[in-house]
């Protein structure tokens, strides 16, 4: 059975930078759209990026467009997250998972349409 693991979340500055990693465990990532999602205390939890199965198609929320780049290695079974220029407002747990919704609906990253969340990376952003 998939599971997905992230890591890669710390403290840090704001205008710093992290890079997330969601790895796959018990099957192959190479078949699944992902997605990343983050949680602020008290917030609901939201959508961040999306990637297609090949990595050919990548989608950003409004608030981290142009800041946040996500990637993937199938040959690795991982999925990335690259963020920069971090701000307190990116504070949260982030959160990947498998795209399970219907053709067409990556884009919009509803947490409904994704399934076998990984447990979590906290990202702090505060001086």
């Known amino acids: 059975q998939l599971q997905l693991v992230e890591s890669g979340g710390d403290l840090v500055q704001p205008g710093g930078s992290l890079r997330l990693s969601c790895a796959a465990s018990?099957?192959?990532?190479?078949?699944?759209?992902i997605g990343w999602f983050r949680q602020a205390p008290g917030r609901e939890r939201d959508g961040v990026s999306g990637?297609?199965?090949?990595?050919?198609?990548?989608y950003y929320s409004a608030p981290v467009k142009g800041r946040f780049a996500i990637s993937r290695d199938n040959d690795k079974d991982v999925v990335y997250l690259q963020m920069n220029s971090l701000n307190p407002e990116d504070t949260g747990v982030y959160y990947c998972?498998?795209?399970?919704?219907?053709?067409?609906?990556?884009?919009?990253?509803?947490?409904?349409?994704?399934?076998?969340w990984g447990q979590g990376t906290q990202v702090t952003v505060s001086s």
């Open positions: 990637i297609s199965s090949n990595g050919l198609y990548k």
């Open positions: 998972a498998v795209f399970v919704g219907a053709t067409g609906r990556l884009p919009f990253l509803i947490v409904d349409d994704f399934d076998s």
């Open positions: 018990g099957a192959s990532l190479d078949h699944y759209a």
